[in-house]
């Protein structure tokens, strides 16, 4: 899982959900404060910048007040001054002398600088300041016109270097005789009371002409003064506000213009500094500036804890689910809040314990067959391999048997899926029981069974599993009421002798099994040699599918002697594959496969056809031998079909029916008692005869028998065979003979081999017998002969047979 | 004002040489617009040079603040008195180059005289109360009058002769020209004049019930 190390470093990705809403919650104040510090700032700006303009505009007002109101007192003491009696006398009397004198003490009274007496013509009579103007014309003729016209003027003039506030008023006596001038110095005291009034920077400057700005009195330290006019020579800036920067200082600057004439021009220059007016706004800023500081160190740790109160629990969600991914469903997650986070946890632990359970069925799916409730092949095959590398570990015995029950297609065909379906069931539940707990039990398939002995040992070796297996199911199943007999075929392999691994153990046991199955033996070990006759199997599978078109198969018939008659009275037919390479192969060699490929069926018809056509050339030679021919389950099952090919092929021999007889095994019969019954009865029809053959390994009884319509017994080799050791054995012979002499039956023994036998089956008054004390099965030429030949022989027995009765 | 007007016509009528028969004159005084002046002077300066008067008299008196008349006309040698009618003390002074003079603070009768024998106009006003401005003009002849609301000055009783008239009025802003007249005996001309005047400026004056002084 690629994320599982970004989880424990909450800004490793950018994208996490934690950086997002730390990023978002961020931006958003940052942009929010931002926005906010820009207009707080735009508008503080803009208000400082509109209080100064303010507090100019104001200045500018109470400055302009201040100077009328200077103005008037100016003018109003100039009025009192002009109209005193004793001034006028002084100045009636045009002596120079006394006028100066008058006019000094007169302007002391009010605090005039500079007085000046002008005739009513414009010429100056007597100055304070500089007495040598006298005789010259009034430098500032129209203010004395203002003066005539209004009774009164006043001006800001520039003399020398200093700046006067000017007023002129007549001398009346009573009309107007002269001129008085009054002039105030402007200076820095001047400045210093406005500046105390206004809370502003004051300085006066004019400017003659194009010439150079003068200062002449200002608020400003002396220092700073060349600055302030080089801030305004250079621009030219006009009665509005402006900045100006003095000595890096900003000043708000107004002018307010006190004579505005292209060849005069007198400002007032009023100012504020910045700094001191931004100050309280500065302020503002500063703790807004802190203020959004410290907000946003609150945010980024409160949103931190938010988004880690939410992505603490989704990461251990996550967490949980990549356990469960990894298949640990062991833990739950611990739901701490009932939010919806903790809903979500509530959830997901369902969901856990969901796929738990689900899991569990799937496993139980996926390894248990759904029949028999036992493991599946899967399951199987995963603990052979398991056992097999711990068996390798502790060099262990191990042991696998493989078995499926004989004949079990026919159940499914004839009874149906449901019966053997719980024939199946009924199987498995008896071999479970058989077995120790430790011993694995599985289904593979179909009717095919493994058990895997996980410790061999004396008491269960495989041998002793597979007889108790056996035993277990010779008690017959009973389904639905009927009783059903079943037996089943067992291979085993043992590790390690038969195989490393688990797929060559499983294959050995199944060549063993097959093995068991061919030989009918129950139960078989692994040979190796098993292995050859499987391949030569395999061979002639291939092979036996053209040997019936070649040719390769020919009919041996061995005699079978009426003991009554002491001679040959019929003959079996018995097939041999003659083939090219490995002559004579026996029928037990490839019967069971041909009857597994379905190929039984030709080869019975190809048999029944030669050996009719046999007994037929035989009976038109004068030769009356009866035929017996074997036909199998299968055979009997198409009965329509066999009895129309019998009646057919009789026909075409011109042999008379009762000249052939059919031999079916006890177990043929047992497979499917009720489609036998009926083939026989109508083989009876027919006038065929019919025999039990192997009499006595199908455990059927002989009130079955009798109910079927047969007209022989053919007791078993191996009772014959065995009557000389065992006596037992005789016994079964003789009282199968009495009883089937009872119901009516011709009873025949096979496998004769010695005189005892002979004998004996006399005495039981067996009715024929057969085997290699007779003749072996031989071709029909080789029968002729071997009548020929024999007639002494033949005729010997039936006279000892005689001579015995 | 009618007592004064009697007086010096009294004096004129004395004044008239007794032999020659006399001649009056009408001066018509309009200023710019044609309109008439009042208070204007008209005077008449025979050829044979100016005379002073003898024992000739005139007063100004003080009615209700003011000087009155506004304007008045004398012959140099006139002995001039300022009688004060109000209750209030006035201080009436001078320094009019052709007169100067000072009567400190006073009521009723003036306490002298005050002889013009200078010609020239004589401004003179009130140290207490500075609305009030009157005029003396001092003329070296006795043939003047002043004229009435109607512009008219009479001019009577000249004896012929050959004379400067000239008008002059105390707010003109520039002396009219003069006229020469040869007057025949029993001629009565009449002469108009265009003076231009500047309006009488109104001066601040403060009502008397609120000014006890």
Partial sequence: MSAAPETRKPFANLSSLRARIVIFFVALLVLVQGLGAFLVIQANSQIARQ????????????????????????????????????????????????????????????????????????????????????????????????????????????????????????????????????????????????????????????????????????????????????????????????????????????????????????????????????????????????????????????????????TRPVHRLAEAARRVQQGDYARHVDVEHHDEIGQLAVSFNHM?????????????????????????????????????????????????????????KTINDTL??????????????????????????????GDEFGVLLATGGAEHAPKVVAQ??????????????????????????????????????????????????????????????????????LTLLGELRRAVEAGELVLHYQPKMSLGEGRMTSVEALVRWSHPQRGFIEPSAFSPFAEHTGYSGEITRWVLARAIEQCGAWEKAGLHIRMCVNVSARDLQQEDALVQFLSTALQAAKLPAGMLSLEITESALMEDPRSAQSTLRKLRELGIATSIDDYGTGYSSLAYIKQLAVSELKIDRAFVSGMEADRSNAAIVRSTIELGHNLGLTVVAEGVETDHELAELRRFGCDFAQGFYFARPMPADELEKWLGASRDKAFGIAAEARGEA | MSRLALTLILALALAAPGGAPAASVQAQVRDAARKPVADAVVYAMPATGPSE??????????????????????????????????????????????????????????????????????????????????????????????????????????????????????RQSAAADARSLVLEPFATPT??????????????????DRLKY
């Avoid at chain 1, 314990?353 to 139980?364: A, F, H, Y």
């Avoid at chain 2, 265009?194 to 601040?204: N, T």
């Fill in chain 1, 51 to 310: 209080t100064i303009d303010q507090q100019l505009e104001q200045g500018e007002r109470v400055f302009r007040q201040l100077l009328k109101q200077n103005q008037a007192r100016l003018e109003q003491g100039a009025g009192i001054l002009s109209a005193d009696f004793a001034f006028r006398q002084a100045i009636a009397t045009n002596d120079i002398g006394t006028i100066l004198s008058v006019l000094r003490n007169h302007g002391a009274r009010v605090g005039a600088d500079v007085m000046t007496l002008a005739s009513l013509e414009n010429v100056v009579r007597a100055d304070t300041l500089d007495n040598a103007r006298a005789g010259k014309p009034f430098a500032y003729p129209e203010i004395i016109n203002i003066a005539r016209a209004e009774g009164k003027a006043s001006s800001v003039v520039v003399r020398g270097t200093s700046l006067y506030q000017l007023v002129v008023v007549p001398v009346l006596a009573p009309d107007p005789i002269a001129w008085v001038g009054l002039a105030f110095e402007v200076n820095d005291g001047v400045a210093k009371e406005l500046q105390q009034l206004t809370g502003l920077d004051v300085s006066f400057a004019s400017r003659m002409g194009t010439g150079n700005w003068q200062l002449h009195a200002s608020t400003l330290p002396v220092s700073l003064r060349p600055a302030l006019l080089a801030a305004f020579s250079g621009s030219e800036i006009e009665g509005v506000r402006d900045e100006i920067e003095i000595a890096g200082e900003d000043y708000e600057t107004r002018l307010a213009s006190l004579e505005s004439r292209p060849d005069k021009r007198v400002v007032a220059v009023l100012q504020k500094q910045l700094k001191e007016s931004l100050s309280p706004f500065r302020r503002i800023s500063t703790s807004f500036f802190w203020l959004t500081l410290a907000g946003l160190a609150f945010l980024v740790a409160g949103s931190l804890l938010i988004a880690r109160s939410i």
């Fill in chain 1, 352 to 408: 856990l314990d969901g796929i738990v359970s689900r899991e569990r069925e799937i496993l139980r799916l996926a390894y248990e067959d759904g029949l028999t409730a036992l493991p599946n092949r899967a399951m199987f095959n995963e603990q052979l391999d398991q056992a097999v590398r711990t068996a390798k570990r502790a060099s262990a015995p191990l042991a696998v048997l493989l078995f499926d029950m004989d004949r079990f």
């Fill in chain 1, 468 to 537: 108790k297996i056996l035993k277990a199911l010779e008690t017959p199943l009973v389904i639905d009421g009927q009783p059903m007999d079943i037996t089943a075929s067992i291979g085993m392999a043992r590790f390690p002798e038969h195989g490393e691994d688990a797929a060559s153990l499983l294959r050995a046991a199944d060549v063993a099994m097959y093995e068991a199955k061919r030989t009918k033996s129950g139960y078989s070990i692994y040979d190796p040699t098993h292995d050859e006759r499987r391949q030569e199997f």
């Fill in chain 2, 191 to 208: 002469v108009a004049f265009a003076v231009d005047v500047l309006p009488r400026k109104a001066r601040y004056k403060p009502p008397l």
């Fill in chain 2, 53 to 170: 008067a003898r024992s000739a008299r005139a007063a100004i008196e003080q009615i209700d603040r003011e000087f009155v008349p506004y304007v008045s006309v004398v012959q140099t040698g006139t002995a001039v008195s300022f009688p004060n009618r109000d209750t209030i003390l006035h201080h009436v002074y001078s320094f009019s180059p052709a007169r100067t003079f000072e009567i400190k603070l006073y009521t009723g009768k003036s306490p002298g005289e005050i002889v013009f024998d200078k010609p020239g106009v004589v401004n003179i006003g009130c140290n207490i109360h500075d609305w009030m401005v009157g005029y003396v003009l001092v003329v070296s002849t006795p043939y003047f009058a002043k004229t009435n609301a109607d512009g008219i000055a009479q001019l009577r009783d000249i004896p012929s002769g050959t004379y400067e008239l000239r008008a002059w009025h105390p």
């Fill in chain 1, 416 to 445: 149906g899926h449901p019966v053997g379906d719980q024939a199946l069931r009924e199987v498995a539940s008896r071999v479970r029981h058989v077995l120790r707990d430790s011993d694995i039990v599985a289904r593979l398939g």
